[in-house]
């Protein structure tokens, strides 16, 4: 679609949805402060030991990406893998793809991105209401393949509280100057006496990008989805589904592929309000997925095709003071993922089924004054049987158990501390252990080893939360020891589809062998702001964030590959009733420290600006709003990408946002 086309259709969007009557204005200042992701347990977000970053739709909206990643720039300890404008995974404290767990409203995303970097996550910002980001020790109610962090999207799709009104909703168009990005969407929730509906729609379309030294060929990406959910509630207690339809196209710019993804999903939430004795409620949320993509050549002819079948399901009984305990929660899960490849997608990594089974456990403790104790245990089993590269179908049996305990302290009513031990174990994961051959997205040749044992991770973190009125922060220092480490090990020789791999060799794949080794991650984080100006015409501010991540082997093994450089970013920002302003500088760190056969990646610097704009104060749900990224054309290259080499981020974008609330 031309530029003259994008601008219009987001402009009528928004005149469009000046006619619904403005009934709830936008907040600006306003984040949700009871936390679902990190315990059963409902907390605010200063009562965790661990910190717990929250985004807001309104950030979310103001980034504007095509994944999550996008929205979670200036979150402490945060990366992405950047594999392409339509695949980009989180990467939290140097850990990505078996470590992290990627959810929608509490269940798992259920899509292959974490089989390779090339492939996408269907959860688009768009249709999401609040990012939960989980780091640490507090991530034990999520299993094994979250050690190292959660992300959570939270939406509306199965409601989980009667609307105040009988209609509301939003709509949303931006355009971008950089890829000629249009995007467009909406949401709408009904009450009808005790039941609820929601629905939202949206979708994207991008062309390839353009860099500071040219455009980035195949670097687009479309992405277009639909959902459709209601819940019943009786007195304290809901029951409700939802179906999810997402659909997502877009190119490998690392090679001349692209991916042409859909899921469909079905989604439930349920909570039975019981109060028998300390028995408070009982919970369930599930959700079964069917994915597929298929990898196509420039012609349209399918290369391969990866598919996923999985369900994913937890109850929880939530349980009220005991004794000593202010409150607990015991959990169950069941996960069951069939996974099957066609094409070259079986030559890489032939069908798979892995289940799980675990039960967890949450408790407080309060000690005394301002002094409370979190405990949080899990067990689980996990059975999974492939096929290697050997050709013998292989069953493996896992048991990872995994602690912690935190203490909170608050020191006083403006000034909190926590202190965190963790033993966390991790079974790996089906790429680990039977990929045995060549995946053209990120251009290696992979071999897994089904010999591979439980990773387990014990860590300590501090943290400190202060907030003094006009001054805030919150920090973490942390230390995590790695017993069996799994990575993917470069050994620098080359490839080529038949698995014939020399030095200097004539094919285009790298060899990759994943092993395990002993490893040290030790990193710290902080983010502060402090009001400089606050009068009857608005706030004047000032912000900080910092994190650094350092990951060696042990007994001088030298670097873990593909870790995040450190950041240092700042910025000023104006805050008033009708306009906000701000502007961002953001520095990362170059990359020197790596691996054998990685190469290093420069640092860079990125300027960023938002504008917004509430200009009817008889509708103040409408909002204008100008954001622009990179806006000194900054050259920039992810060292965390393993196709950093061939893949420049994008130049300047400046994006015109539109939005209607009623």
């Not at 009934?23 to 992701?37: F, G, L, M, N, R």
């Not at 965790?48 to 402490?76: C, F, H, M």
């Not at 168009?173 to 009450?191: E, H, Q, V």
Request: net charge negative.
């Amino acid at each position: 679609m031309p530029f003259q086309s994008r601008l219009f259709a987001s402009t009528a969007l928004a005149t469009l949805c000046m006619g619904f009557p403005a009934i709830a204005q936008i907040k600006h200042d306003s984040i949700e402060t009871v936390t679902v992701t990190a315990s059963p347990i409902a907390m605010s977000l200063d009562r965790s030991t661990s910190i717990i970053s929250v985004i807001d739709r309104d950030e979310i909206l103001r980034q504007g990406g095509a994944s999550l990643v996008d929205a979670l720039k200036y979150v402490p300890g945060m990366a992405n893998t950047g594999f392409a404008g339509g695949a980009s995974r989180p990467v939290i404290r140097g850990m990505d793809a078996n470590r992290v767990k990627i959810l929608e409203d509490g269940v798992s995303s259920s899509d292959v991105s974490d089989v390779g970097p090339d492939h996408g996550v269907p959860i688009d910002p768009l249709a999401t209401q609040r990012l939960e980001v989980v780091r640490g020790a507090a991530t034990l109610r999520y299993g094994s393949q979250a050690i190292g962090g959660v992300v959570n999207a939270i939406n509306n799709r199965v409601p989980l509280a009667l609307p105040d009104k009988d209609i509301s909703g939003e709509a949303h168009g931006s355009y971008g100057t950089n890829a000629d990005t249009g995007t467009g969407g909406g949401m709408l929730n009904l009450r009808a006496g005790q039941f609820a509906f929601y629905t939202d729609g949206f979708m994207r379309s991008a062309t390839n990008y353009d860099t500071p030294l040219g455009i980035q060929n195949n670097s687009f990406n479309r992405q277009k989805g639909v959902s459709l959910g209601s819940s019943y509630f009786f007195g304290d207690s809901h029951v409700g589904a939802a179906l999810v339809h997402y659909d997502s196209k877009y190119g490998i710019p690392s090679d001349t592929t692209y991916i042409d993804m859909e899921q469909n999903k079905l989604l439930t939430n349920d909570a039975v309000q019981l109060n028998l004795g300390p028995l408070e409620k009982i919970t369930f949320q599930g959700g079964y997925s069917d994915y597929k993509h298929s990898e196509k050549a420039p012609g349209g002819a399918i290369v391969s095709t990866f598919k996923n079948k999985e369900f994913d399901g937890r109850a929880e009984a939530i349980f009220g003071s005991m004794g000593p305990f202010s409150s607990s929660a015991l959990g169950l899960q069941v996960n069951n993922r069939r996974f099957s490849g066609l094409g070259t997608a079986s030559d890489y990594l032939l069908p798979t089924l892995t289940q799980t089974y675990a039960s967890y456990g949450f408790t407080e403790v309060p000690l005394g004054t301002g002094l409370n104790l979190q405990m949080a245990a899990r067990a689980e089993s996990v059975h999974i049987t492939g096929t290697p590269a050997s050709g013998a179908v292989t069953p493996r049996q896992f048991t990872p158990l995994s602690a912690s305990a935190g203490l909170l302290w608050d020191a006083t009513e403006d000034l909190k501390f926590g202190l965190t031990f963790s033993s966390a174990g991790r079974a790996p994961g089906q790429t680990e252990l039977f990929a045995r051959g060549g995946h053209d997205g990120p251009q290696t040749f992979e071999t897994g080893d089904p010999t591979l044992k439980i990773e387990r991770s014990n860590s300590v973190e501090g943290t400190v939360r202060a907030n003094f009125g006009k001054f805030t922060f919150e920090g973490s220092i942390y230390n995590a020891a790695f017993n069996n480490y799994i990575y993917g090990n470069l050994t620098g020789r080359i490839c080529d589809d038949a698995g014939t791999c020399t030095i200097g060799g004539s094919g285009e794949l790298r060899e990759m062998n994943y092993t395990q080794r002993s490893a040290n991650f030790w990193g710290v984080e902080a983010k502060a702001s402090q009001i400089l100006i606050d009068g009857s015409a608005g706030a004047f501010s000032a912000n900080m964030l910092a994190d650094y991540v350092s990951a060696r082997f042990s007994g001088g093994g030298g670097y873990v590959p593909r870790i995040q450089p450190y950041r240092v970013g700042g910025g000023l920002s104006w805050n008033a009733e009708t306009y906000n302003f701000s502007l961002q500088t953001l520095g990362v760190g170059s990359r020197t420290q790596i691996s054998p056969f990685e190469t290093p990646t420069d640092g860079y610097v990125e300027v960023n600006s938002e504008a917004d704009w509430r200009p009817f104060t008889d509708r103040p749900g409408f909002e204008i709003a100008l954001v622009g990224s990179n806006l000194t054309d900054a050259i920039r290259r992810n060292a965390v990408s393993i196709n950093k080499d061939l893949v420049m981020l994008p130049g300047r974008d400046i994006r015109l946002v539109l939005r209607q609330t009623f």
